[in-house]
Every structure is written in structure tokens, then in C-alpha cells.
């Protein structure tokens, strides 16, 4: 059964000191958290500031939320829309030319339920040149999704993605594959 009181965190690492991962915070509160526009170009400068390795021609819509952007690399000619939520407790890579829809989460931790202690498990997510993620789209930790991987609107992505695919539903599944003619 589970138990709460048990949970111990201690094997987890954060990956900076505590008052970095508390300026953070502020930075993350002034220059993310408003509902209105705020230029790109400050945001990618603080996420650069605090240890993103963030590409050129990127778009952060308002009210996206980045837990710990020393664990984030981003591409060139990136997108990431209104409400995008990328939790990095584990590295997260996103390829140049790739569009985060409204309120996709890509989260990479999860619990084991199945012991007591409910422990934090954490694994990478990798999204290569050319994805898009829909709006309200959810990416499970340790997906790695192909080039040119489109996540229809809504879909629960729990496992990796072929090159080219279409996929959608809960749990994700090809609806179909893109043949490129050369």
C-alpha cells in the first residue's frame, strides 16, 4: 500500500546549488509566469543565463513553465506556445524546427507505485528536428520521438515514435506514416 510518510527523495539531485534553483524561481515568476506577451528574446536570455543551451529564432509564448533549465537544450526556429509545461528533472532535448502546442507537458519523472515508498523515477525526453507536439499533449518520461513525429492534439505519448509517423489517442498509436518522395 502506499505511503506518503515513506517517500524519501534522497537519491534525486537537483543539479544546482539551492540559491540558483531559487533565483530561478524569481526569474521563472517575472519573465514566464505573466499571462501577457513578453519578448522571446528575454527569455531566452535568462533560460541561457541559468544553463540552457538554447538555438537561435526561438519563440516562448507566455505562461510557459520550465522547471530546471540546466537540464533543457533547445534548436534553432523552436516553438513553444502558451502553457507549454517541460518538467527536466531529467534532461530534455528539443530539435531545431519543432512546434510545442498550448499546454503540452513534457514530463520527465514519474513515481513507482507499486512500493510504498513511492519512489521518483526519471528518465530523458528527446524530440527530434521537425516534431510537433499538439495542444494539451502529454509526453511520458523516456520518450524519445523521430524527426518529423506529429502528436495529434491530446494524445498520451507513452512510448518512442518512428520518423515521419502521425499518432494520437490514449495511449498514442500511429494513425499514420508520412512517405516523403524525394
Known sequence: MLSLSRFQNADFRRGVPAWQEAAWWVVRSLLFA???????????????????????????????????????????????????????????????????SQRAFLCTGTHDHRKETFDLITRPIVLGEGCWVGANVFIAPGVTLAPSTTCAAGAVVVKDAGPDQVIGGNPARVLKSVLKTV
Open 34 to 100: 505573466p499571462w501577457f506577451p513578453l519578448p522571446s528574446a528575454l527569455k531566452v536570455t535568462a533560460l541561457r543565463a541559468f544553463g540552457a543551451k538554447i538555438g537561435s529564432g526561438v519563440v516562448i509564448r507566455s505562461r510557459v513553465n520550465i522547471t530546471f533549465p540546466w537540464r533543457l537544450e533547445i534548436g534553432d526556429h523552436v516553438w513553444l506556445g502558451d502553457e507549454v509545461l517541460i518538467l527536466s528533472l531529467a534532461p530534455v532535448r528539443i530539435g531545431s524546427n519543432c512546434c510545442l
